[in-house]
Structures are given as structure tokens and as C-alpha cells.
């Protein structure tokens, strides 16, 4: 049974950088048949995709936040990480990580991550 | 932007049948997944490329995609069945969600 697990600071303040970490089991982040993906649920805009990495690294990220984003993989320790810097507010949202395959499935449970001083 | 629209809340009595819309321009040409979310817990797959069903999701759950419109039908809705659901397509590379519908079983 494949399952994900979100870590990292449930608080980040304004301007700094946000920072998790999805743990795999059940399944290999090596594996090129899926590409491993976050997005995160805001309460204002609902589901919002913020981007996947492939096991050799290729990335592909939401127009509206790849300024922001950089996402890295670690065959390792199997597992991949997400970097947002300069939050604001807005970032405050439950972020998941999920394996993918033109959909998504399975998730994690989630991590509420609030930006706030 | 492409964008994906559902309405924002669906009432169903027991037993009754559920449709949950999505409209996006020329949506049938893309493959849509549906997602569960119940208060509290993470988003489950329970449609993808349109109407395939993963392992574990009752039969009762069913897609359709067609013209402008992709369709989530709940068959015999159980009360169980009570969650937002979201409706997601790639476009230009970029996974787009539906903004959700609240599906309530009075």
C-alpha cells in the first residue's frame, strides 16, 4: 500500500521560505512510471496544483507560483521536498503531496502550513 | 487561463442519484478526474481518465465527458457519500481543479 507523508513548520513567517517534505512508502520515488506532485487547498481558492518532479529531476511547476517554487527529489531517502519562498497570507493553506499519473492518487493527509508573524 | 466550473452545492435524498457537473471549453477532449474530500481528510481518486473507477471505489460512482461538460454521477447516493468533490483536467501542462461542489444527502 502506497502512502505519503507530508513533515515540515506548520508556521512561516511573511517574506521567509516554506519548506516540506514528503515521505514515500510502499512505492519507489525512483520509479519512472509516476511523477511525484504537491498542491495544496486554500480556504479562499479551493484546490490550487503547485507542480511535480520526475525521479531524474525534471520539474514541472503552476505558471502562477514557478517564481516561487523549486522542488527537489531525494531517490535516497525516498522521498521529495517543496521550497515557496517569500510567502505571504496567501500561502496559508493544507499543502499534499500525492504520487501522479496524469491524475493523482494517492495523497497524503495534509499539513496545515499558516504564514504569519 | 483555462478554467473548470462546478456548481457549488448538489442536495441529494438517499437512494437518489447525484450529478455533479464540470464545464470547460472543449473539456471532452481532455481526460477528467474526480476527487472525494470529506471534512478533516485528504482528497481520494474515485474517477480518472473519465470514467475508469480505482480499486475500491463502489460501483455507484460513475463519469462521463463529453463536449464542453465532463459528469460525476452518484447512483443510490448513501449517506457516506456526503463530501466536496473536485473535478481536475490538464491543460498546457498545468493541472487545473474545478472549484469543488458540496454534495449534502438530505
Known amino acids: 500500500q502506497v502512502q505519503l507523508q507530508e513533515s515540515g513548520p506548520g508556521l512561516v513567517k511573511p517574506s521567509e521560505t516554506l519548506s516540506l517534505t514528503c515521505i514515500v512508502s510502499?512505492?519507489?520515488?525512483?520509479?519512472?512510471?509516476?511523477?511525484w506532485s504537491w498542491t495544496r487547498r486554500t480556504p479562499g481558492k479551493g484546490l490550487e496544483w503547485i507542480g511535480y518532479?520526475?525521479?531524474?529531476?525534471?520539474?514541472n511547476y503552476n505558471p502562477s507560483l514557478k517564481d516561487r517554487v523549486t522542488m527537489s527529489i531525494d531517490t535516497s531517502e525516498n522521498q521529495f521536498s517543496l521550497r515557496l519562498t517569500s510567502v505571504t497570507a496567501a500561502d496559508t493553506a493544507v499543502y499534499y503531496c500525492?504520487?501522479?499519473?496524469?491524475?493523482?492518487?494517492?495523497w497524503g493527509q495534509g499539513t496545515l502550513v499558516t504564514v504569519s508573524s | 487561463s483555462y478554467e473548470l466550473t462546478q456548481p457549488p452545492s448538489v442536495s441529494v435524498s438517499p437512494g437518489q442519484t447525484a450529478s455533479i457537473t464540470c464545464s470547460g471549453d472543449n473539456l471532452g477532449n481532455k481526460y477528467t478526474s474526480w476527487y472525494q474530500q470529506k471534512p478533516g481528510q485528504s482528497p481520494v481518486l474515485v474517477i480518472y481518465q473519465d470514467v475508469k473507477r480505482p480499486s475500491g471505489i463502489p460501483e455507484r460512482f460513475s463519469g462521463s465527458n463529453s463536449g464542453n461538460t465532463a459528469t460525476l454521477t452518484i447512483s443510490g447516493t448513501q449517506a457516506m457519500d456526503e463530501a466536496d468533490y473536485y473535478c481536475q483536467a490538464w491543460d498546457s501542462s498545468t493541472a487545473i481543479f474545478g472549484g469543488g461542489t458540496q454534495v449534502t444527502v438530505l
Open positions: 518532479i520526475y525521479s531524474d529531476g525534471i520539474t
Open positions: 510502499g512505492a519507489s520515488v525512483s520509479s519512472r512510471f509516476y511523477y
Open positions: 500525492q504520487r501522479g499519473d496524469n491524475w493523482f492518487d494517492p
